[in-house]
């Protein structure tokens, strides 16, 4: 009895997705839990699998098809198939590119896409992943392989043999390429554009001392993680129990606004922003002010690693009543980080920086990070700003506070 093969269920902040890859063509064989297609919305990339063995007898919904929720979009006739029959047939028709469709059970999104831009043949590239799986760093390495050695002169030879011109200068062909915007791409800038149009949007400044807690992890970092089965002590975690325990005496910078009302959270739910190949994402740590060093610092590592590899769910993305970025990570000294509606606040972290200091008359010489909160200036005054900011400034310089909520 054949079976329908239907779109996720999208939750209401979700309208619609796109249809960005099959992974399987109409009449190849298809294992349990084996990745049929994957659809694009504007905050994740969802995969849908295979319900049980069988064959992939029609594709309804074929590539670059915006669908909404639960639409069907293949049909397949369960049942029992022989272990070597999952090979691909190459005479089947796909809507992928042939440069990809050989390996592309094997490989995510982003590497599909770099793949398909270089015009690479899959086939050439080892895939390092889980399985053999192909992954974005595969593709940047064999693609600098091939920059570092290219083709043989003999071509350009046979050319000027031929009467061709070749310059000996800088090429003179001005290269352009127009490719679309990705869902998510494109939901970002959407949502930035509303975010400086619709809000109020004013930044606050101030420095903190860093030393205290390097020292700390460098005399807890070995046993820390030893204890906690891996997890590595880091810095987001810190500031992710700073900014707990000051939107707690600020609600007003743990609030949002609905329309004429102003809705205050009676929890934190702090977002973490990530960055992903396919733009900033930012998914959520609920209940922050209730979990440990520990706990935030597992969650963030493993929120990570699902942003990477396209994991993230829809319920990963959902809510959050604050934010923190940290574009320390990439080298920035000092930026003006824009809020993630309907949130009012969100706090920037920087780049560690050894600056001279004047301590008790004394020049001296301390790790010192720029901090930025942005913030809504409708609902939050700058006084508040301020001495948000200053809490999670004395949190840092004293970790003990955050133990103890002074």
Same mark, same amino acid.
């Given at each position: 009895?054949?079976?329908?093969?239907?779109?996720?269920?999208?939750?209401?902040?979700?309208?619609?997705?796109?249809?960005?890859?099959?992974?399987?063509?109409?009449?190849?064989?298809?294992?349990?839990?084996?990745?049929?297609?994957?659809?694009?919305?504007?905050?994740?990339?969802?995969?849908?699998?295979?319900?049980?063995?069988?064959?992939?007898?029609?594709?309804?919904?074929?590539?670059?098809?915006?669908?909404?929720?639960?639409?069907?979009?293949?049909?397949?006739?369960? &049942?029992? !198939?022989? #272990?070597?029959?999952?090979?691909?047939?190459? +005479?089947?028709?796909?809507?992928? *590119?042939? /440069? @990809? $469709?050989?390996?592309?059970?094997?490989?995510?999104?982003?590497?599909?896409?770099?793949?398909?831009?270089?015009?690479?043949?899959?086939?050439?590239?080892?895939?390092?992943?889980?399985? &053999?799986? !192909?992954? #974005?760093?595969?593709?940047?390495?064999?693609? +600098?392989?091939?920059?570092?050695? *290219?083709? /043989? @002169? $003999?071509?350009?030879?046979?050319?000027?043999?031929?009467?061709?011109?070749?310059?000996?200068?800088?090429?003179?062909?001005?290269?352009?390429?127009?490719?679309?915007?990705?869902?998510?791409?494109?939901?970002?800038?959407?949502?930035?554009?509303?975010?400086?149009?619709?809000?109020?949007?004013?930044?606050?400044?101030?420095?903190?001392?860093?030393?205290?807690?390097?020292?700390?992890?460098?005399?807890?970092?070995?046993?820390?993680?030893?204890?906690?089965?891996?997890?590595?002590?880091?810095?987001?975690?810190?500031?992710?129990?700073?900014?707990?325990?000051?939107?707690?005496?600020?609600?007003?910078?743990?609030?949002?606004?609905?329309?004429?009302?102003?809705?205050?959270?009676?929890?934190?739910?702090?977002?973490?922003?990530?960055?992903?190949?396919?733009?900033?994402?930012?998914?959520?740590?609920?209940?922050?002010?209730?979990?440990?060093?520990?706990?935030?610092?597992?969650?963030?590592?493993?929120?990570?690693?699902?942003?990477?590899?396209?994991?993230?769910?829809?319920?990963?993305?959902?809510?959050?009543?604050?934010?923190?970025?940290?574009?320390?990570?990439?080298?920035?000294?000092?930026?003006?980080?824009?809020?993630?509606?309907?949130?009012?606040?969100?706090?920037?972290?920087?780049?560690?920086?050894?600056?001279?200091?004047?301590?008790?008359?004394?020049?001296?010489?301390?790790?010192?990070?720029?901090?930025?909160?942005?913030?809504?200036?409708?609902?939050?005054?700058?006084?508040?700003?301020?001495?948000?900011?200053?809490?999670?400034?004395?949190?840092?310089?004293?970790?003990?506070?955050?133990?103890?909520?002074?």
């Amino acid at each position: 009895m054949a079976v329908e093969i239907k779109a996720p269920a999208f939750p209401e902040s979700v309208a619609d997705g796109e249809v960005v890859a099959w992974h399987k063509g109409e009449g190849e064989s298809v294992r349990r839990d084996e990745l049929l297609v994957e659809i694009e919305t504007d905050k994740v990339v969802m995969e849908v699998v295979a319900p049980s063995d069988g064959v992939l007898v029609t594709i309804k919904v074929q590539v670059g098809s915006v669908i909404e929720s639960e639409v069907i979009l293949a049909v397949m006739e369960p &049942g029992e !198939i022989a #272990k070597d029959s999952t090979a691909p047939d190459s +005479s089947d028709s796909h809507d992928i *590119p042939d /440069s @990809v $469709s050989a390996l592309s059970p094997t490989m995510g999104p982003a590497a599909r896409k770099l793949i398909e831009e270089y015009s690479i043949d899959a086939s050439e590239i080892a895939g390092t992943g889980k399985g &053999g799986r !192909i992954t #974005k760093e595969d593709v940047v390495s064999y693609q +600098s392989t091939q920059a570092k050695n *290219p083709p /043989s @002169v $003999s071509t350009d030879v046979n050319r000027a043999a031929s009467g061709i011109t070749i310059p000996n200068g800088p090429s003179s062909e001005r290269i352009e390429k127009r490719v679309p915007m990705t869902r998510m791409r494109a939901r970002i800038a959407e949502r930035l554009l509303q975010a400086s149009q619709q809000t109020a949007m004013l930044t606050t400044f101030n420095e903190v001392n860093m030393q205290p807690v390097i020292m700390l992890r460098q005399k807890y970092k070995e046993q820390f993680e030893k204890i906690h089965k891996g997890t590595r002590l880091g810095y987001m975690g810190f500031f992710v129990k700073a900014a707990c325990e000051a939107l707690k005496r600020f609600p007003a910078v743990n609030a949002s606004i609905d329309g004429q009302d102003v809705v205050y959270h009676g929890y934190q739910d702090i977002g973490v922003a990530v960055s992903t190949e396919d733009g900033l994402v930012v998914p959520v740590l609920r209940d922050a002010d209730f979990m440990s060093l520990a706990d935030v610092e597992a969650a963030v590592s493993d929120l990570g690693l699902k942003a990477r590899d396209n994991k993230l769910s829809i319920e990963d993305m959902t809510g959050g009543t604050f934010t923190v970025t940290n574009g320390g990570v990439f080298g920035s000294l000092m930026s003006t980080p824009i809020l993630n509606p309907p949130q009012t606040g969100i706090l920037g972290m920087h780049k560690i920086q050894e600056r001279p200091m004047v301590i008790d008359g004394e020049i001296v010489v301390l790790p010192m990070m720029y901090l930025a909160l942005s913030y809504d200036h409708r609902l939050i005054d700058g006084k508040t700003a301020v001495q948000f900011l200053v809490a999670v400034k004395n949190l840092i310089e004293d970790p003990a506070r955050i133990l103890l909520q002074l």
